[in-house]
């Protein structure tokens, strides 16, 4: 049971971080500076840090994808309504960076971390430790 929980809440802010990929990747920022890179990586890969299983190759992809396809209804981002399935997409011409993306993404990820810190009844119940301990670093 604390398996499948902890595997819920990583599996939120693995979607919240592919879903932050998307954005900044739609909003021409692909060179991302490390504090910001590091942080998204953390959400995206924190889970095998607590769960080692996880790390085979083949079972964390199948785990990222499925829930990224189940998370898929949740807009992380305002309209930004595009499928975390494609994360990795391309512009068709090459613009300038939106300077306000970086700013937006921090103010976007600290509220869905805080919200989800304040209204999980999950991370009250101590057998919850490796997702308190996930969040408490993020």
């Not at 790390?55 to 309504?81: A, K, M, R, T």
């Amino acid at each position: 049971m604390v398996l499948e929980r902890d595997l819920a809440i990583f599996g939120f802010f693995i979607a919240l971080g592919r879903s932050t990929q998307s954005f900044l990747s739609a909003n021409g920022c692909d060179v991302i500076e490390d504090p910001i890179e590091g942080f998204i990586r953390y959400l995206i890969g924190g889970s095998v840090l607590y769960y080692p299983q996880l790390s085979s190759i083949s079972s964390y992809q199948l785990y990222v994808e499925v829930v990224c396809e189940e998370l898929d209804w949740i807009h992380f981002y305002p309209g930004n309504i595009g499928s975390l399935k494609q994360a990795h997409g391309h512009k068709s011409k090459k613009d300038p960076p939106n300077a306000e993306a970086i700013p937006q993404v921090l103010d976007v990820c600290s509220y869905w971390m805080q919200s989800f810190i304040k209204y999980s009844i999950w991370l009250e119940n101590p057998s919850n430790v490796k997702a308190a301990r996930f969040l408490s670093k993020g």
